[in-house]
């Protein structure tokens, strides 16, 4: 098991997905003789888990099941713990999308904070690109640290306990591509264009308020950023339904219609309709993505 790689078999020491429903996931380190407590009942590792294939439907104590999913950055994003706040999927997408990642893609973020963008980035830069993460508090840089020895993809990361506001990403000329989510990116701006490549490469900055934008904004354009723009991702989920439509009473046919078909008499009622929904509340904002591009200099 690798967070970048696939293996079939479930193994002592790997990382996996307790998967109970959309809403409820958890992850779990897997120990001969190890035991995990579900709503359903427990899950034994060396008889339920070690051996058996990821994806298998497990049987829990109390007779209820869970399926056992391979771990990737997007379940890791719902399953994290939670030390900061963190980036989710349709922000991720953005991100990997328009920073141009690919394998092989040298990468510099600031601050790791919980790294659930950090494990997205790793997945579309593995398996010979590398991620540089800055992260100021001690606990949470170690604990990043931590996380990606047991995810097994600490040869693609190195992470640096630092202010990357006075003292950079430690990196010079040889990133593609800088992502900042600190309150303060504007001040980072200098080490970012430091960090990429003298071939150019891409900058993103996450804001949650238009004040922080406007200055990085201001801070791009000073150091000579083109491409600079800002968008931000509303994810918007239609509910499907099924609903019973009453049908108008026109009144009697004047005229038949030979072709047409007699209606079933349940339909002169009500018909039943796939229809969609837009949400009634939804989460909107969660910050805004700036983007801007350094040219070859
Ligand atoms: C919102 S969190 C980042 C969350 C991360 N993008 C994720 O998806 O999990 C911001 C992190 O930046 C760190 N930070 C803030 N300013 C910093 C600085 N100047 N240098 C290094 N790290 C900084 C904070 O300690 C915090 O952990």
Known sequence: MSFVEYSDEIADGDVAVVYLGRESTMAVKVRRG???QTRYGAVRHSADLIGRRYGAKVTCGKGGWVHVL???PELWTV???HRTQILYAADIAAVTLMLELKP???VCESGTGSGSLSHAILRSIAPTGHLHTVEFHQ???EKAEEEFAEHRVAHLVTVRKRDVCKDGFGV????DAVFLDIPDPWEAVPHAKAALKARGGRV????????QVQRTCQ????HNFEEIGTLEVVLRVHEVRTVSLPLPDFGPRVAPVPEAPPLPASDHAAAALKTTTPPRQMPAHTGYLTFATKPRT
Do not use: K, N
């Open 34 to 36: 190890g035991r995990t």
């Open 204 to 211: 993103c900055s996450f804001s949650p308020c238009v004040e």
């Open 172 to 175: 010079t000329g040889a990133a």
């Open 139 to 141: 606990q949470r840089a």
């Open 104 to 106: 092989g893609s040298v």
């Open 79 to 81: 399953t994290l713990p």
């Open 70 to 72: 391979h771990p990737t």
């Open 219 to 222: 801070a791009l354009s000073d």
